[in-house]
């Protein structure tokens, strides 16, 4: 896995593990890799992976079955897609909009190029 120096490796440990529960790779009440698993897999130390796994089942994307590891959470998609929409509204879009304004992109532009994307 290729890490970014912008983001803690543990969140993006965790955005790819949100990814993978996206895509279906991940599926509710699934198995999720154990810590030292996830560890060797991605060669990280075993303590970022368990606190990506903390940091997950904190957000209710994950739970424990004393004994057998940890699970997917059966809404795990909807809180997903709830963190990750909470997250673009308050931060990202934040800046993007500004850098929107700074160049002088206009709505009827930015409509127009989310139309051509979304036509993809």
């Known amino acids: 896995m290729n890490f970014k120096d912008n983001k803690a490796i543990y969140l993006q440990i965790a955005d790819r593990i949100g990814d993978q529960i996206l895509t279906g790779v991940l599926i509710p009440d699934g198995k999720v890799p154990s810590v030292r698993e996830l560890a060797a897999e991605i060669e990280v130390n075993a303590n970022t992976v368990a606190r990506t796994y903390d940091h997950l089942q904190q957000s ?13 959470s059966p809404d795990a ?10 997250q673009l509204m308050q931060g990202e879009m934040d800046y993007f909009l500004g850098q929107i304004k700074a160049v002088g992109i206009t709505p009827e532009e930015l409509r127009q190029l989310y139309s051509d994307y979304l036509a993809k």
């Open 77 to 86: 998609k909807e809180k997903i897609v709830t963190l990750r929409r909470d």
């Open 60 to 72: 209710g994307v994950i739970y424990t079955k004393r004994g057998l590891g940890f699970f997917v």
